[in-house]
Every structure is written in structure tokens, then in C-alpha cells.
């Protein structure tokens, strides 16, 4: 009897504290109240904001996953009056933040379904460090906008609005400092899933540019003239045309040339008395690898031609335009090739009502006209500059006439769909209202979706301007020309598009004036509109002079153009513009 006290006092006090030690769990380990009913409780919570996987809730120490896209979530359950609970954040999401509200508390005599979760997606900052900045009016650009201002001397930026995560991000300067430059490093990159921080700006004092005649034409086989753009083909070689010379007389040539300045003739045109064609504008490299391009006379009729020319110098004459039964002639400006693969251009001459026309011809030669302008509807007339295909798909382009009387004709700025649905988004109002008129080159779409062009004439100091004109029609003058007195030594009478370089600035050519015979100068506006005179041609024997076509900035970063004019021979060159 003594032995089986003994065993129940061994075995029976075991059974005891396996006993109790359940009792607390069920109580949520630890709980003080009693259920003297039996009854257990939940708790559930609500699921906010939650877009991605990977969170992980902390429940009593257990582990509680949730889905992507729940809202709602059970924790626990069997839970007895008197239990506590506690829940927390074990492992957010993937590029999300939780965070829990009314999580802890003790089991009363209801289920608890107070718990919130809230989750909100995280953002990426956009930043890094600056070197050499000491003026004000430094203005970064991400992906094109979030315009941030810098102040003078700051060593560290962040842009004023984060990206998402795992977002994109490309920072550009749009407005330099005053007298300085600025240039990004490690400024673009991918799938950010953390504050970027590495974006280097380095600035300096701006030094100007230097400008050197790459080539001088000779007005022999290598041609004269040249007086529309260059372009870079995907070889990172230059290619244009000039408008007379070449090999077989006056027809003028497509060139090929390096950025060392070596030049090759691809094509000599044989004149308006062949079928070949005569007098090209530029040329544009196709996704084929060719190149095409207009020439304003010859063809089978002798009305001009639509042109290709392989990479090898190999040229086909694709379409001969006809005077008459509705086409246009004598095309001129650069073609482009839109997303639908053909191609589109102007014709100042011809069309249905015989005031010009937009025509669109295929890769193998199939032409018809997209739009015919008609002045006596009070639409735009003559284009002669080419189109561009905006960021909405559709063309817009320039006409130096528009309305019903060529006296007060200033001209237009129109667009056309690829149906040929056509408007004039605005026209200019002449010098009585300091306005520009007659603009003689096209539109360039600048990063901030506006448009941006020049004007021959008008403005405050009536010998031209650069205007902004927003897609909804809103036009603004940036700058001003003057040919009068000391003025006239910005330049004057621009006769080309603009270019939109890398630092976000716009370069241009004028015509006339400068320092020197004038032959003309090269400038920068700022977006704002603040204008800085970049180079006077003619400041040395040989120099180029009186450029009529724009400037391209090739991959070398460097500014290549053409003059009309000028040269060692004075047959007109191509000159290279360096930003120091």
C-alpha cells in the first residue's frame, strides 16, 4: 500500500502539470480569465492595399502567410475568454509596407475582427552627388519631367517625386546654371528596388563651344552646294546630299563622310535631262538599311523623284511625280518613315487644289497623296519642309502660307493624321502682334511633348524667332531676332528646324548676321527662352558660312552640320561644333 502511494504521488502530479501547461494554451498561453462555458473565439483580420506576395503576419509566435490580393486574413481561432493575443509584421511583401492597427488585446466574449493590416507600395528616391556647381538655375528632369530646381553649391540631390518600385528613372539637365555646364553620369537605369543614390552630376564653368570645318567641298566630283542635314547612319557615319556638283555635272550627290572627315560619293546625280533625279534633300536610313530621299527635279518627267541608295552607293529610282492629276511636285524636305513602314513627305507644288500636298510612298515605290492643302478653305499652303511623326502617331509639320490672301498670309503650323485627316493647329499672327511669320523649316518635338520651331521673319525685332507651340494649339515666342546694329550680331533670318541636344537646351543656325560678313551664327535657347550666342561663322580663312539646315548632335556628342557657303574652296562645307 506504502508502494502505490507513492506511484500515485509520482505519476498523478505528472499528470497534473501536462494538464495545466494544455489549459494555458488554449488560453493563448498565459490567459487568467475562465471559460466556464466552453466556448472559444477568432480573431480575423482586415486586408488593405495588398498587391504583391511575400507577407508574413506574426500571430501568438505562429506564422500566418497572406495571399496577394486578400482582404481579409484568419489568425486564430479556439481562442477562450481571458486569452491574449499579438500580432505583427513578420516579412513584408515584395515592394509593398504593412503595418498592423489594433493587433493585440485580450479575448473578451466575442470573436475579434478589429485587426487591420494596411499595406501601401513603396517608392524609390531618385538621387546621388554633385561636383563643381556654384551658380543658381540648375534644373533636372526624370523620365522627362519632375522638373527639380537645385540650389547653388549643393553637393547632394534628390528629385522632388520618387519613382515606383521597381520603376525606371532617367535624370537630364533641362536648364544649365548661369555660366555653367552640367553633365550626368550613371544618370538612367531599370527595376529600381532601392533609393538610388548613385546619379553623379558633375558641373564646370561653361567654356563655349569649338567649332572646325570637317570637310570643305571642292565643286567638282565630290559636289557643292550642300544645304540640307546630315544625318548619322547606324554605321555612326554621316551621310547627306548636296545640292549641285558631283560626277556628272550639276545634279549634286549623296555623300557618306566620317567624323575623322573623310568623305565618300555615293551617288552622282545625273541631272533634270535624265530619268535620274536632280537637286536632292537630305536622306533618311530606313529599317531596311537604305537610304531615301526626294530630289526636287528630274524623274521621268522631270518633276522630281522619290530615291533609294544602298549603303554600297546603289541607287534606284522609285517614283517620278507628275505634274498634274492631283499629285504633288517638285518635293522637297527630308523624309521620314513612320511606324506603319512608309514613307511621308511634302510637296510644295501640285496636290488636288494645286496648293501643295503631303504624299506617303512605300519602300517599294508606291505612292499616293495623303492630304492636298486648298488656300481657298483657309488652309495652310506650299509645305516644303517635311514632317515629323509626333508621339501621338500623327504628322506635323510647318506651311509658309496659309488663308485666302497671300497679302496677309503668315503661315501655319498643321497636323494630319495617317488617314489624312488634316489640321491647323495654329497660325501665326505677323509682325503687328510680335508674332513670327513665314516659318521656312519644320517642328522638332521636344522631351516635354511641346513643339519647337523657328520663323524667317517677325517677332519683336522682326527678323525671325524661335517659338513653343503646346499640342493644344498655345503658341509662345521664346526668342527674338534683329538685324539691326549690334543686335545682328546674335544672327538673324532662321531658316532651319532646331535640334534638342542632350542637355536639354535647343540649338539652331541663323541664316545672316554674326560677327563676321554676315555669314551667319549659331545659338542655344533654353527651354525658359533665355538665348546664348554659340559661334559666329566666319572667324577663320575657310570657315563655313550661311548655313540653310539644322544641326544634328551625333553619338560622339559632338554638333555636325552643313553651310551653304563658305569652305576652303567656297563651295560649302561641313563643319563639327565641340562643347567644351
Not at 511583401?93 to 507600395?121: H, K, Y
Not at 518627267?301 to 498634274?324: D, I, K, M, W
Not at 506635323?396 to 502660307?401: A, I, L, V
Request: net charge negative; hydrophobic share 35%.
Amino acid at each position: 500500500m506504502k508502494n502505490k502511494v507513492h506511484s500515485w504521488h509520482k505519476h498523478g502530479r505528472l499528470g497534473f502539470g501536462l494538464l495545466l501547461a494544455m489549459s494555458l494554451i488554449s488560453c493563448g498561453g498565459g490567459g487568467s480569465g475562465n471559460n466556464t462555458g466552453g466556448t472559444t473565439y477568432s480573431v480575423t483580420a482586415s486586408i488593405k492595399g495588398l498587391t504583391s506576395s511575400g507577407l508574413a503576419l506574426l500571430v501568438n509566435g505562429a506564422q500566418v502567410p497572406v495571399s496577394s490580393g486578400a482582404t481579409s486574413a484568419a489568425l486564430a481561432s479556439n481562442l477562450s475568454t481571458g486569452a491574449t493575443y499579438a500580432v505583427t509584421v513578420q516579412t513584408q511583401p515584395t515592394g509593398a509596407t504593412c503595418s498592423v492597427s489594433n493587433g493585440s488585446g485580450t479575448i473578451g466574449s466575442s470573436n475579434v475582427t478589429n485587426v487591420d493590416v494596411s499595406c501601401t507600395a513603396n517608392t524609390i528616391t531618385v538621387g546621388g552627388t554633385i561636383t563643381g556647381l556654384s551658380a543658381s538655375g540648375l534644373v533636372l528632369l526624370n523620365n522627362g519631367g519632375d522638373a527639380t530646381t537645385i540650389a547653388a553649391n549643393a553637393m547632394q540631390f534628390v528629385m522632388a517625386t520618387p519613382i515606383a518600385y521597381a520603376g525606371n528613372y532617367s535624370i537630364t539637365v533641362k536648364s544649365p546654371p548661369a555660366g555653367e555646364t552640367c553633365k550626368v553620369s550613371q544618370g538612367s537605369g531599370t527595376d529600381a528596388t532601392a533609393n538610388i543614390k548613385s546619379v553623379a552630376i558633375s558641373c564646370a564653368p561653361w567654356q563655349g563651344f569649338v567649332e572646325t570645318v570637317l570637310y570643305s567641298f571642292k565643286g567638282a566630283d565630290d559636289g557643292a552646294d550642300p544645304t540640307t542635314s546630315l544625318i548619322e547612319g547606324r554605321d555612326g557615319n554621316l551621310y547627306g546630299t548636296t545640292g549641285a556638283g558631283g560626277a556628272n555635272g550639276s545634279g549634286g550627290t549623296v555623300f557618306r563622310i566620317t567624323t575623322a572627315g573623310v568623305l565618300t560619293v555615293l551617288h552622282s546625280f545625273k541631272n533634270a535631262t535624265f530619268t535620274d533625279g536632280s537637286v536632292p534633300s537630305g536622306v533618311v536610313q530606313a529599317s531596311d538599311g537604305n537610304f531615301y530621299g526626294v530630289t526636287t527635279y528630274g524623274g521621268a518627267t522631270g518633276n522630281g523623284t522619290v530615291f533609294q541608295v544602298t549603303p554600297a552607293g546603289a541607287e534606284t529610282v522609285l517614283y517620278s511625280f507628275v505634274n498634274g492629276l492631283g499629285d504633288g511636285f517638285n518635293p522637297s524636305g527630308t523624309l521620314i518613315q513612320a511606324t506603319d513602314g512608309n514613307l511621308y513627305g511634302t510637296a510644295p507644288y501640285g496636290g488636288a487644289y494645286s496648293n501643295g500636298a503631303i504624299f506617303k510612298v512605300s519602300l517599294s515605290g508606291q505612292e499616293s497623296i495623303l492630304y492636298s492643302f486648298n488656300a481657298s478653305a483657309n488652309d495652310g499652303f506650299s509645305p516644303g519642309s517635311g514632317v515629323i511623326q509626333a508621339s501621338d502617331g500623327n504628322l506635323y509639320g510647318t506651311t509658309p502660307g496659309n488663308g485666302t490672301n497671300v497679302n496677309v498670309s503668315f503661315g501655319a503650323v498643321f497636323k494630319v493624321t495617317l488617314s489624312g485627316q488634316e489640321t491647323l493647329v495654329y497660325t501665326f499672327k505677323g509682325l503687328t502682334a510680335s508674332d513670327g511669320q513665314l516659318p521656312d523649316a519644320g517642328v522638332i518635338q521636344g522631351s516635354d511633348g511641346n513643339f519647337y520651331g523657328t520663323t524667317t521673319e517677325g517677332g519683336s525685332g522682326v527678323s525671325g524667332t524661335v517659338f513653343k507651340l503646346t499640342p493644344g494649339g498655345v503658341e509662345t515666342v521664346l526668342s527674338n531676332f534683329n538685324d539691326g546694329g549690334s543686335a545682328a550680331l546674335n544672327g538673324y533670318n532662321p531658316v532651319t528646324s532646331l535640334l534638342q541636344a542632350s542637355d536639354g537646351n535647343l540649338y539652331g543656325i541663323n541664316n545672316l548676321g554674326g560677327a563676321y560678313n554676315s555669314d551667319g551664327t549659331v545659338y542655344q535657347v533654353t527651354p525658359q527662352g533665355v538665348t546664348t550666342l554659340i559661334y559666329s561663322f566666319g572667324a577663320n580663312a575657310g570657315d563655313g558660312a550661311n548655313s540653310q539646315a539644322n544641326l544634328i548632335q551625333a553619338s560622339d556628342g559632338n554638333f555636325y552640320g552643313t553651310t551653304h557657303a563658305g569652305g576652303q574652296y567656297g563651295y560649302g562645307a561641313i563643319i563639327k561644333i565641340t562643347p567644351q
